[in-house]
């Protein structure tokens, strides 16, 4: 009697979780735990080898783990480059999750907090943040996954951790739509940009000139010009054939920016409605609006 080849062992997750100071990551080591990976804070550079080692173990019952390493580790930080290629050449497939943010989300995140930046007391935050940026920035470059968590607040961000690594439906992958005004720059985070300033301006229409987007008198303005919507029509329909595509990629979060000349009618208006017509179809959305407040 032939003898039935034994099951290939189940493949085990082991994932750090690192990134600029206030960028999220505590909140997203919690949304590892609630999906029931072993979960540790604050590990030592070099007990990552010895963790990862014990997760492997048979019997040691830790299928899947998740640990923090950052820049409370001092010096030793520079060797997790080094630690993480290691741990690539072996056995484990591990993913390195890299938080960031904008200096403006984190400098308001420490003032809220009250709390110094790790870097240096004495040092004013945004010092801090320049230097942890290079610092981090060979780490950055081996991240397996990049999230900018600037305009997530901690649900959002939970639900990004979820989708990617706990297996919840595709369709709760996040799109977020940004109204912007190219006076200002375009968003850095941005994956697709739409540029939407050919068409009709509220702007010099006097009564509507110091409305927003989401002003009923600019979405009826908006609305009378057949080209508005011909455009929603056609981007209704290049958006709803992309977004499968980036899901059968693994993409957990979709930023779609939209861009007008001050950031403050036309694309306002337009990134709501995205945002509403993709919801009708079952994606999760958010919508913001980056420079509506800007002259």
Do not use: W
């Not at 099951?7 to 997750?13: C, E, I």
């Not at 690594?165 to 739409?194: C, E, I, K």
């Not at 509220?202 to 508005?228: C, H, I």
Request: charged share 25%.
């Amino acid at each position: 009697m032939k003898k039935k080849p034994s099951a290939k062992p189940k493949s085990k997750q082991f994932v750090l979780i690192t990134g600029l100071s206030g960028s999220g990551k505590a909140s997203v080591l919690k949304a590892f735990e609630d999906l029931g990976y072993y979960c540790v804070d604050n590990l030592p550079i070099d007990l990552i080898p010895r963790f990862a080692e014990m997760c492997q173990q048979a019997g040691s019952g830790i299928d899947r783990a998740a640990a923090v390493v950052d820049s409370r580790g001092g010096e030793a930080l520079s060797q997790l480059p080094a630690v993480y290629r290691d741990l690539s050449r072996g056995d484990l497939r591990p993913s390195l999750v890299f938080l960031e943010a904008s200096d403006k989300a984190l400098i308001r995140r420490f003032e809220e907090t009250r709390r110094p930046h790790p870097l240096g007391r004495d040092l004013p935050v945004r010092e801090g943040i320049r230097l942890e940026r290079l610092l981090l920035k060979p780490i950055h470059q081996l991240a397996s996954v990049v999230i900018d968590t600037s305009r997530l607040n901690v649900h959002e961000l939970r639900d990004l951790i979820q989708t990617r690594f706990g297996g919840v439906s595709a369709r709760a992958m996040l799109v977020s739509t940004v109204s912007f005004g190219y006076r200002f720059g375009v968003p850095q985070d941005a994956d697709l940009v739409f540029d939407v300033r050919f068409l009709p301006n509220p702007n010099y229409v006097a009564k509507l000139k110091k409305k927003t987007g989401t002003d009923a008198g600019v979405r009826r303005f908006m609305e009378s010009y057949p080209q508005t919507r011909e455009f929603m029509s056609r981007l209704m329909s290049l958006l709803l054939y992309l977004l499968p595509q980036y899901i059968a990629e693994g993409k957990s979060y979709l930023t779609i920016a939209v861009g007008c000349t001050g950031g403050r009618h036309r694309s306002v208006y337009l990134a709501e409605e995205i945002a509403a017509a993709l919801a009708r179809e079952g994606y999760k959305t958010k919508a913001s609006h980056r420079d509506v407040g800007r002259t």
